[in-house]
Nanobody
Framework: QVQLVESGGGLVQPGGSLRLSCAASGSIDSINAMGWYRQASGKQREWVATITSRGSTSYIDSVKGRFTISRDNAKTTVYLQMNSLKPEDTAVYLC?????????WGQGTQVTVSS
């Protein structure tokens, strides 16, 4: 079993920054990839960024140049540095982990961008 715990969400003004963290625990050998999704109120869940086991990263176009996904040396914690935040970035951000053909999800952390 895999557990994912996110932290770092909150309220920030437009143009501000936040750093989200996601710590994985449990059966976390052979992780293929970790990433972030988000779900705004009344909208479908949207992929945001992924980092693979080899360290390759990818992003949805709307966050390129503003968000950076990274991980710690143990490869069990993934981060999402979010800069130049916009009101349209407001959503619940969920961490996910892909391992041995299965996807695991965290509970999510709320990010609100508002003046």
């Amino acid at each position: 079993q895999v557990q994912l715990v996110e932290s770092g969400g909150g309220l920030v003004q437009p143009g501000g920054s936040l750093r989200l963290s996601c710590a994985a625990s449990g059966s976390i050998d052979s992780i293929n990839a970790m990433g972030w999704y988000r779900q705004a109120s009344g909208k479908q869940r949207e992929w945001v960024a992924t980092i693979t086991s080899r360290g390759s990263t990818s992003y949805i176009d709307s966050v390129k140049g503003r968000f950076t996904i990274s991980r710690d040396n143990a490869k069990t914690t993934v981060y999402l540095q979010m800069n130049s935040l916009k009101p349209e970035d407001t959503a619940v951000y969920l961490c996910n982990l892909f391992r041995r053909g299965r996807t695991y999800w965290g509970q999510g952390t709320q990010v609100t961008v508002s003046s």
